[in-house]
C-alpha cells in the first residue's frame, strides 16, 4: 500500500550515497521506571552498525503524544533514518500509530492484507480475532506495512523529503523483543541496504583478561597511536576482562578486512601474555574446546563462587562430554566431609587458604575421577573480612595430572564483581595450564 504520495514514489528509485546517521527512538513508559531494560536498543544498534549504518543518537521516551512528536520532529533534523519500536499494541496505552498520523498527516485506514494475517495468526493459535485485535489491521494511509509473522502489530514504514534532498525513512515496529528482531533482520536492515550506499564496516575484538584497562592502555599506547585513520580501537571493560574492539570502516571490503586482521595481530603479540580469545568467544567456550580436543575432564569444587563456575561451563551445549560435576563446599563442614580436607588444616590456616584450596583440588580430582579439578575459597562480601585476609581474597587451586598449584588474589569489595572475577581467572588459570601441557 505504499507509498501514496508521487514525491515518495519518485524517491523510492535512488540510492542515496553518504554516511547515514540512525537514530532509535524506544517508547514506553516501563523503560523509564526501571520495570523492562531496553535490551532492543543495544540489539538493534549492534546490527545496525555491521551493517553499515552509524547510530547517532539513541533515546527512551514515555507514552505521551506530545514527547513522542517533539522526538520524531528533533531526530528528523538530525538522522537520515529513525527507527522506532514500541506502543503499536491493541490496548488504549499503544498510541504511536495514532501519533504518527498526526506527524505526517494522514489517517488510519483498514488493510485487508493486515486483517489475513492476524486471522490467520489467530487460527493457528485457537482464537477468534475480537474488535480490539481487528484495530491492528489499521495503518497509516501513506506508510508502507511491513508484515510480522509473529504476532499481529505490522511494521511501519514512511519516508518523508529532506529540504536538501533526498528523503528520511521513518520506521516503526513492535517493542516487543522477538518481533522487531525479526522485523529488522526480514526486512528493515536488507531494505535500507537497498536504498541507502553504505561503507563496510569490519569489527574484530581481541579478549583479554588479568590486566585492567588502564593499564592495558599503557601497554599498548605506541600500537593504537599509530593506528589507520579508518580504524578506531574501544576498550570495553567488563568484571575480570577488558575486550579490546577494532572498527574499520572503508569502501574496499577486502582490504578493510586485510587491514584490520593485521592490526589484531599485531595487538595479540603485544598483549599475548593476557589474550585469551576473540570476538564473542567466552572462556568457557575456549576452555571446553581445549578440553574436548585433549579428550580431558573436568570437575569443580567451589566455595565463594557458589557454583558459579559450574554454570559457566553447562551454559555451554555438549558440556557434558568434558565436565562431569561439582561439589558446592561452602560450609567447612562440607569441605571436610565430602571433599575431605583436614579439619587439622583447616583450623590452622582457615577456609580461605592455599593449604584448603590445593586439599580441595586434589581430593575433587580423585573423588570425580578427572584429568581437571578447579577448587575456590573466598571472602566474597559484604562481610567477613580480616586485616589479613580482606574483603576480596580468592584463592584458586588447579589439579591436573601432573601437579596441583594456588593462586591468590584480591579482586574488590563488590560481592557479584567478585564471584564472576575469581570464575573468570579460574578458568583462565586452567586454559594457560592446558596450552602449557600440549606443547
Given at each position: ?58 533515546s ?23 527507527l ?75 519516508e ?17 523483543p ?10 528493515i ?10 561503507p563496510?564496516?569490519y ?6 583478561q ?22 578506531k ?9 577488558v575486550?579490546?574492539?577494532l572498527?574499520?570502516e572503508g569502501?574496499?571490503?577486502?582490504l ?7 592490526e ?9 601474555e ?5 570476538d ?37 551445549p ?17 569441605k ?13 590456616y ?15 580430582r ?19 573480612g ?6 576480596g ?24 564483581r ?22
Amino acid at each position: 500500500m505504499f507509498p501514496r504520495s508521487a514525491a515518495s514514489s519518485r524517491n523510492c528509485q535512488f540510492h542515496y550515497i553518504c554516511s547515514m546517521n540512525v537514530e532509535i527512538i524506544n517508547i514506553g513508559d516501563e523503560l523509564l521506571i526501571g520495570q523492562v531494560v531496553n535490551t532492543n536498543a543495544a540489539w538493534m544498534a549492534e546490527q545496525l552498525s555491521l551493517s553499515g549504518f552509524r547510530v547517532y543518537q539513541n533515546s527512551a521516551i514515555t507514552d505521551s503524544r506530545r514527547h513522542i512528536l517533539q522526538a520524531l520532529a528533533e531526530a528528523e533534523k538530525r538522522a537520515e533514518i529513525v527507527l522506532v519500536s514500541g506502543g503499536i499494541g491493541p490496548t488504549k496505552d499503544d498510541i504511536t500509530k495514532h501519533v504518527l498520523c498526526e506527524f505526517f498527516n494522514t489517517r488510519l485506514v483498514f488493510d485487508a492484507d493486515a486483517y489475513h494475517d492476524i486471522e490467520a495468526l489467530f487460527a493457528q493459535r485457537g482464537y477468534q480475532v475480537t474488535e480490539l485485535n481487528r484495530r491492528q489491521a489499521e495503518l497509516p494511509e501513506t506508510c508502507m506495512g511491513i508484515p510480522n509473522e509473529l504476532g499481529t502489530a505490522r511494521g511501519m514504514w514512511f519516508e518523508k523529503d529532506r529540504p536538501g534532498g533526498g528523503v528520511t525513512v521513518f520506521v516503526s515496529m513492535p517493542g516487543v523483543p522477538f518481533e522487531m528482531k525479526a522485523m529488522m533482520t526480514g526486512f528493515i536492515i536488507p531494505r535500507l541496504k537497498e536504498k541507502f550506499k553504505t561503507p563496510f564496516i569490519y569489527h574484530r575484538t581481541l579478549l583479554t583478561q588479568g590486566i585492567g584497562e588502564s593499564f592495558l592502555a599503557v601497554e599498548i599506547e605506541d600500537w593504537e597511536n599509530a593506528l589507520p585513520a579508518n580504524i578506531k580501537l574501544a576498550y570495553l571493560p567488563q568484571p575480570g576482562m577488558v575486550r579490546l574492539r577494532l572498527t574499520g570502516e572503508g569502501a574496499d571490503e577486502a582490504l578493510l578486512h586485510q587491514q584490520v586482521d593485521e592490526e589484531i595481530a599485531k595487538l595479540q603479540t603485544l598483549v599475548k601474555e593476557y589474550f585469551f580469545g576473540y570476538d564473542q568467544e567466552a572462556i568457557e567456550i575456549i576452555v571446553g574446546r581445549l578440553l574436548k580436543d585433549r579428550n580431558s575432564t573436568l570437575a569443580t569444587a567451589e566455595s565463594c563462587t557458589g557454583g558459579a563456575i559450574a554454570a559457566m561451563i553447562t551454559s555451554i551445549p555438549g558440556s557434558s562430554d568434558y565436565y562431569k560435576g561439582s561439589v558446592v563446599a561452602y560450609s567447612n563442614e562440607i569441605k571436610e566431609n565430602i571433599l575431605g580436607v583436614s579439619a587439622e588444616t583447616l583450623e590452622k590456616y582457615g577456609a580461605v587458604s592455599q593449604e584448603v584450596v590445593t586439599e580441595m583440588a586434589i581430593s575433587l580430582r580423585t573423588k570425580f575421577k578427572v584429568d581437571y579439578a578447579i577448587a575456590t575459597s573466598g571472602i566474597a562480601g559484604p562481610d567477613g573480612g580480616t586485616a589479613e585476609k580482606p574483603v576480596g581474597t580468592s584463592w584458586i587451586a588447579i589439579a591436573t595430572p601432573d601437579e596441583v598449584f594456588a593462586e591468590k588474589y584480591l579482586f574488590g569489595e563488590s560481592r557479584e564483581r567478585n564471584i564472576r572475577r575469581t570464575g573468570l581467572q579460574a578458568l583462565s588459570l586452567l586454559r594457560k595450564k592446558l596450552l602449557m601441557q600440549a606443547m
